[in-house]
């Protein structure tokens, strides 16, 4: 549906001014010690800043000096309302990232002319209405971490008031910078929210504790459409008044588990935190489940992260692990539990096509277990076969990937911020995306599509599958009867995220 639009009168700019200076005082009467005003990212104040969307001919338009007349207005409203009273941050970005908008050079000016009106200047990048810079402004798991700090590093040296950098920090980076001088303040929100104890866990030396942050998004995805904020590897945040409602268990349980991957893991940390008595099986010699194979990408350090915290977490409690056990629901049967969680994972599907003897399995390439040649096929445009993809470009093979769907779809199953930094890489290392297309066979040359009714062979030298998985259903069902409650849990039930698998196993485990 278009909304009509029209350039903002004066009294509309007095009437805007006037609110961003109430809102200051509503603050420092509620209690606020300090605000940010966002003057970046494609906001207001940074509207009125870039020529990209500042188009007016008036005072307010045109050249530099026109340009920040906004936000000198505003900052300087706000001082007259609230004094020395809260401190005012401003964020702006570096550079917008697009040619037609406002680059560093400028932004240093802008700042330069504020910083008078301003106590903290916080430095991020991009512009929100320009999807592809989102990945600079949030930088998913493919991308560096800390990649604006550059900017603010040299901010630093233009300016004499405190800078604060954003932009993926870990508490490790933030140290760095800091103890360095090379920034003054150090902004995280995705860290906090993975771990909300993280600067006391910090603080008190035990940062090996803080729950690492995966970098996946969820958060932010769920908030931009008015969801309630959750996250993929903290199950209590956003809901802390719901679980309050939990108390520890009031009868101890002998609980066994059947699986040692991410839902596994987190079920047994919860059910041991409420005072039951657990029993956690691993079919391979170590922890990890799916993980591992989904941590080995040299791009996946957040996820080996999580998975040495998940590990080091588990072997911290008094919880009785037997690894390289194929635990048998005979076995389980005779170990008299109270409840018994199955969370043994899902299988990868091989598609119906002839000669997939010729293919290799996309959990392979990325163990390191085959060898894949300079030119590779992966059929299937899911996460998994992107992110195999990303891991051989970088690797300096040529890759090309097949799909049923159009492009468009590719990597639907994944959050959007996330996709588009993943995309922007597929395409910086030149991916070969072929869509809407039919593999009707596998040879030892390459595959064989179809493309409207068209048949043409895709030369390869090793040809990949990453068609999905399928849950160990009938595997999992064997274990009902073996106690008075059987869960499943995990991919096991239904093949998904982390996310989903971390929080399934939290809420079961604090319902035992």
């Not at 104040?45 to 008036?58: C, E, G, H, M, V």
């Not at 810079?133 to 998913?140: D, K, L, N, Y």
């Amino acid at each position: 549906e278009s909304v009509p639009v029209h350039e903002m009168t004066k009294e509309e700019i007095r009437t805007v001014v006037a609110e961003f200076a109430t809102a200051a005082k509503h603050c420092v009467q509620a209690g606020f010690k300090m605000i940010m005003i966002h003057g970046g990212h494609g906001h207001l104040i940074a509207q009125y800043f870039s020529p990209l969307s500042n188009k007016r001919t008036d005072e307010y338009g045109g050249s530099f000096e026109n340009r920040i007349r906004f936000a000198k207005e505003v900052l300087t409203a706000i001082r007259e309302a609230v004094g020395g009273d809260l401190v005012i941050e401003m964020r702006v970005s570096a550079d917008e990232m697009v040619e037609e908008g406002f680059h560093f050079p400028e932004a240093i000016r802008f700042v330069q002319e504020l910083e008078s009106l301003i106590d903290i200047v916080h430095v991020s990048y991009g512009n929100i209405c320009e999807p592809r810079t989102s990945a600079r402004q949030i930088p998913p798991s493919y991308y560096p971490r800390a990649m604006n700090a550059e900017f603010a590093v040299e901010l630093k040296k233009h300016v004499n008031i405190p800078i604060a950098s954003v932009g993926g920090f870990n508490i490790d980076l933030a140290e760095s910078y800091l103890a360095d001088d090379k920034i003054d303040i150090v902004a995280m929100m995705r860290g906090f929210l993975a771990d909300d104890r993280l600067a006391e866990k910090a603080r008190r030396g035990e940062a090996d504790r803080i729950r690492p942050c995966l970098r996946c998004d969820h958060c932010t995805q769920n908030t931009s459409r008015f969801y309630p904020i959750l996250c993929a590897v903290n199950p209590v945040i956003g809901r802390e008044l719901e679980l309050n409602m939990f108390p520890p268990a009031s009868k101890k349980k002998k609980v066994v588990i059947i699986g040692g991957g991410p839902a596994g893991m987190q079920a047994a940390i919860t059910a041991a935190d409420r005072g039951h008595e657990v029993l956690l099986f691993e079919k391979q010699a170590e922890l990890g489940g799916a993980l591992r194979i989904a941590a080995k990408a040299r791009f996946k350090e957040d996820i080996r992260n999580y998975l040495y915290w998940l590990i080091q977490e588990v072997y911290r409690r008094d919880i009785a692990i037997k690894t390289d056990f194929n635990a048998t629901p005979e076995f389980v049967d005779s170990l008299n539990a109270d409840a018994v969680l199955v969370a043994i994972g899902a299988e990868p599907i091989k598609p119906l096509v002839p000669g997939q003897e010729n293919a290799v399995l996309a959990e392979a390439v990325e163990i390191g277990s085959v060898k894949v040649g300079d030119r590779a096929v992966i059929i299937g445009s899911g996460l998994t076969g992107l992110e195999c993809a990303l891991s051989l470009l970088q690797e300096g093979k040529k890759v090309t990937v097949v799909g049923r769907r159009s492009v468009s779809e590719f990597g639907r199953d994944c959050n959007n911020i996330a996709r588009i930094g993943l995309f922007q890489l597929l395409e910086e290392y030149k991916a070969n995306l072929i869509e809407k297309a039919q593999v009707q066979k596998i040879q030892t040359d390459g595959v064989v599509i179809s493309e409207n009714d068209t048949e043409r062979l895709v030369p390869a030298d090793t040809v990949i599958l990453a068609t999905g998985y399928s849950p160990r259903t009938e595997e999992a069902l064997a274990f009902n009867g073996t106690a008075v409650d059987v869960y499943r849990i995990g991919d096991c039930t239904n093949v998904a995220t982390v996310k989903q698998a971390v929080h399934a196993a939290f809420d079961c485990a604090m319902e035992l």
